[in-house]
């Protein structure tokens, strides 16, 4: 198929009302598992217990009445939403090489995330019990088994820390306002703000995931490795570690309103 015709294709298909509704309703599944996965923050920071993570936030819609039904729902609405961004790549602009190729792997990124979420949900839905912290302890054992592994994950350490930066950049710059109609008046001031918390916060997150690995690809040990819910319970250890935990739940809950919102707001 011509490079035109595909271009038309993903056009076509963007065009189409209920998978753009589709695609809106992903952001609202996302916000939903970030608010929940905020709260779990503020809980655990407060010497409670609880899972912060995707799966822990999906367990928990799967144990209220009618949690499979709803779980279905955003597995398939993250399914749009992934499919959509990778027609958003296709779409990207005409431009210099260097520059379409950087949105259209932004683009796709996101979307893997999304399509990743979605097969989480789809997971929980019939009774899987995912572990990402026994994943990334796995898969990091399996890199410092073999030679420049540790070298590898650290990379990999810092480019998650990287992220989080960018993401603190993007809340404090505001440029998560490009693609977005924010309302006008008072509605649109407190959307705003809720967005710079939200974006900041998560970024706070992944750059304590990030540091997690590159401290385990220094000492050689895939035991301290972990994602979002093992960084969070170092975090807790360390003397103002409760407080910053609770700020980022806090702010993670306000990131999961701003996306909900996004489903209204944001430019498809």
């Not at 996965?37 to 209220?64: N, S, Y």
């Not at 379409?100 to 839905?125: N, P």
Request: aromatic share 8%; hydrophobic share 55%.
């Amino acid at each position: 198929m011509a490079r035109a015709e595909v271009r038309s294709a993903a056009r076509r298909a963007e065009a189409n009302p209920i998978f753009e509704a589709l695609a809106r309703g992903g952001y609202v599944a996302d916000g939903l598992v970030h608010i929940l996965i905020g709260v779990f923050t503020v809980v655990v920071a407060f010497g409670g217990d609880g899972e912060t993570d995707q799966p822990g936030a999906f367990r928990a819609i799967a144990g209220a009445p009618l949690g499979f039904v709803v779980l279905w729902v955003a597995a398939i609405a993250l399914t749009a939403l992934g499919l959509w961004e990778i027609l958003e790549g296709v779409l990207v602009p005409r431009g210099s090489r260097p520059r379409k190729w950087g949105a259209r792997i932004t683009e796709w990124g996101k979307a893997a995330v999304f399509l990743a979420l979605a097969a989480i949900a789809a997971a929980v839905a019939i009774g899987a019990r995912p572990d990402p912290d026994e994943s990334v302890q796995d898969a990091s054992r399996g890199l410092l088994d073999v030679p420049g592994g540790p070298w590898v994950l650290g990379l990999i350490g810092a480019g998650i820390g990287v992220s989080g930066i960018v993401f603190g950049i993007v809340g404090i710059r505001r440029k998560f306002l490009e693609g977005f109609a924010l309302p006008e008046g008072r509605s649109g001031i407190v959307v705003n703000g809720l967005a710079v918390v939200g974006y900041v916060a998560k970024g706070v997150a992944l750059v304590t995931v990030g540091v997690l690995l590159v401290v385990a690809s220094v000492k050689i040990d895939a035991d301290d490795t972990g994602a979002l819910d093992a960084a969070l319970d170092g975090l807790t250890a360390l003397s103002y570690g409760p407080a910053v935990c609770a700020a980022i739940g806090l702010g993670l809950m306000a990131y999961g309103v701003f996306l909900v919102l996004s489903a209204r707001f944001r430019r498809l």
